[in-house]
């Protein structure tokens, strides 16, 4: 009976995280400074624009109106509104927009981020404002409740914050989302049940890592595009086969960090996804340190994910009841949430 009750909580549990699959939302606004324009690229998931436009899928007319509505510029406390705006579909099912404003002479500029509050709560776009030399002058997350940067255009671009500290942000953001994108933790924990030593750990962690690593570094340089909607159902396929690999090879598989570097290329494709959806890359901006900090910060994730599991199943796993009862059912568990999200990233998305 203890076991039934306990079982049918973890579905539960399951079921709810199952709605959560990643964190909710990341997008881009990457403003620039140039010759009497201010230049405006706004990059927007494909689940973003629908989550806008109320889950339905917008036309390129549509698309169009929602350029325009967008992003809200003050100079001076006087409106501007955009001489220019355009949205195109990319090929990776991406949406972005370009916008040009007129920029006046002015001593602060005021800019709101207008379609945030039509996102899922807890949605975060990464605002950075670019001066004529390239330096960044203002850097922000924003979100529902923070839409707004106020910038004082007369700063010096010199004095603009280092290097150092945007590191510390992308490194947070990364982080934060290894820790929010449940089925990526899901399918490490899959790889950790199946792991009987320190070694077969070792393997298996390395292995993920330096393959996610070449993913995401692919994906973010341009060099290799994969559509979400391939890379999304991929992953959770990559989940259901080690579920229900640790229920067919119970005493562990020998090829298991060959099998988690192929997953953990797609899996670092999913990855990518972050940092395109804000605009990282984009236009030719720099991706070095953003890729850097953000894959640190993914690893980091990762690292106090498996700190946190290790110690529970190595006092466990050599207990009778463990290797009979719950690594299976855990399997099972991991299988059948898995496969809830690729049915659900293949035929509702």
Not at 87 to 106: G, K, T
Not at 329 to 339: F, K, N
Request: with cysteine.
């Amino acid at each position: 009976m203890f076991n039934r009750r306990l079982i049918a909580a973890a579905l539960l549990v399951l079921g709810a995280l199952s709605c959560l699959a990643h964190d909710p939302g990341l997008s881009g606004a990457m403003l620039a400074m140039q010759s009497g324009k201010l230049h405006a690229t706004l990059m927007f998931a494909p689940a973003d624009i629908e989550a806008i436009c109320n889950g339905e899928k917008p036309d390129q007319a549509q698309l169009e109106k929602l350029a325009r509505q967008s992003l809200e510029v003050w100079f001076d406390g006087h409106p501007s509104l955009p001489a220019q705006a355009e949205a195109r579909l990319l090929a990776n099912m991406d949406v972005e927009f370009d916008l040009d404003f007129a920029l006046p002479p002015a001593s602060r500029m005021t800019v709101r981020s207008a379609l945030l509050d039509r996102l899922p709560f807890g949605h975060r776009q990464y605002f950075n404002l670019a001066g004529a030399s390239g330096a960044t002058l203002s850097e922000r997350l924003l979100s529902s409740t923070v839409r707004e940067v106020e910038v004082p255009l007369e700063q010096n671009e010199a004095s603009a914050r280092p290097s150092s500290h945007r590191f510390s942000e992308f490194l947070g953001m990364g982080v934060k989302h290894i820790l929010t994108g449940y089925d990526h933790l899901l399918f490490l924990f899959a790889l950790l049940i199946g792991c009987k030593r320190l070694e077969s750990v070792i393997k298996v962690i390395t292995a993920f890592t330096i393959a996610h690593s070449i993913s995401l570094a692919l994906a973010t340089l341009g060099w290799v595009e994969i559509s979400s909607r391939v890379v999304e159902p991929l992953i959770a396929a990559t989940i259901v086969y080690v579920g229900c690999e640790n229920l067919l090879r119970r005493q562990g598989a020998s090829h298991r960090a060959l099998l988690t570097f192929a997953f953990g290329l797609v899996h670092g494709f999913g990855f990518a996804g972050a940092l395109r959806e804000m605009g990282v890359g984009s236009n030719g901006g720099a991706v070095a340190m953003p890729l850097l900090a953000f894959n640190s910060g993914v690893e980091i994730g990762q690292l106090m994910v498996a700190a946190a599991i290790l110690p529970i199943l190595w006092k466990v796993k050599d207990k009778p009841q463990f290797a009979l009862r719950w690594a299976p059912a855990c399997s099972a568990l991991v299988a059948l949430a898995g496969g809830f999200w690729f049915v659900r990233r293949v035929w509702l998305n």
